[in-house]
């Protein structure tokens, strides 16, 4: 693979197991995106409230909390192929309860336990160990294009996943005389992949594990809680910014953005399918852009300068009279927002040492989880309203703004070891305040 490759060092570096990471990364994602744009509409279907959705939708992501504080703080030394495809299992069993259930307690449970995206985006353990376990088999140099590339991949399959899942439904629903069998079957294909997930998660090699014994150049001081050591201020501070990311942006995510479109403007499942391939195809072009701003003016200043008016655009969505123009911002809004994603997730695994970055990742990754998952019932609430059917995209303007200027504010003057003038060697972290 590397050798068709000539234009693109970065990919050129990547192992076996770092070819089969993108590949589980893919699958992943297209399972997300499939199920992101019918499961409210599914779950509405089904009888329940659009107050009970959003609780439900808010329990989905709190369990998705809880599963990967639990297996990614101990993924490092437990191991992470281990806690991959105990998440996949986590995975089929969620896919498998919302397929065959309608009753309101059996889906609290298997929203609480299992893995299931009602966003389109990451949830779960994976993509935290998968992020240490990448920047295990790569060199430093490349982390962030590495990761570019990786985020590419995942918009691609999300966007691939959101097409497929609307024009699939659409299908069935011209086929099937019960639009909610059309439904089920679309989430029974969640479950099905979460199974070739987990069967892919096994063919992962022991490279990908961390050896602190052995490599004694990669060790960190001894953790002391949570899987961290000396990184746990900064790994802190980091999680409490992205946690008011995460929960302006749980007003709008995939699920509740399409209801919002169905219901503001009247647009059907299939170009909704559309809208959101188009979205997630644009967000991922975006990540391969903020690789190159960011060796040009650094991880945080491409974090906030480009995050920044990609939160004014969300803000003049529902402003527009007309679809055609909400469809546009959400276009341009799409082509920027996602640049802060890689270089978020290159300037965690920067600044810890290599056998505390699946726990870093972790954490953080819970944190977002953590605040994204109160602002799902709030819209759910707010949605209930014809009068403040526009208020989750004002919340979710308004409050990443407030997350923006305070990053900047608080690590606009820490560089990563990349960024110094005398950058570490490969796989050497730096030292953390």
Known sequence: MPLLLPRIPALRTLTSDGWLLFATRCLRLYAYGLISVILMLYLSRIGLSNTRIGLLLTLTLVGDTAVSLWLTTRA??????????????????????????????????????????????????????????????????????????????????????????????????????????????????????????????????????????????????VPMRWGLGRSHRVVLKLSALFALDAFGGGFIIQSIAAYWFHVRFGIDLAALGGIFFTANLLAGASALVAAWVASKIGLINTMVFTHLPSNVLLILVPLMPTAPLAILLLLLRFSISQMDVPTRQSYTMAVVQPDERSAAAGITGVARTTGAAVSPALAGLLLSHAALLNAPFLLAGGLKIIYDLLLYRSFATLHPPDERKEPPTDGQAGVNP
């Open 76 to 221: 490092d030394r437990l191991g992470r192929r281990r806690m991959l495809v105990v998440g996949a299992v986590l995975m089929i069993f969620a896919g498998i309860v919302f397929a065959t259930s309608g009753n309101f307690f059996l889906l609290l449970i298997a929203a609480t336990i299992g893995v299931i995206s009602p966003s389109g985006n990451e949830v779960g353990p994976f993509l935290s160990v998968e992020q240490a376990s990448l920047c295990h088999v790569v060199p430093s140099r490349h982390r962030t294009e590495v990761l570019a590339w990786y985020a590419l991949i995942g918009s691609l399959a999300t966007a691939s996943g959101a097409l497929t899942g609307g024009l699939l439904t659409q299908a069935l629903l011209r086929a099937l005389s019960t639009p909610l069998m059309a439904y089920r079957i679309v989430v029974g294909a969640y479950a099905f992949l979460g199974l070739l997930l987990a069967i892919l998660f096994t063919r992962l090699s022991p490279r990908v594990e961390v050896h602190v014994g052995r490599d004694n150049n990669e060790a960190s001081s």
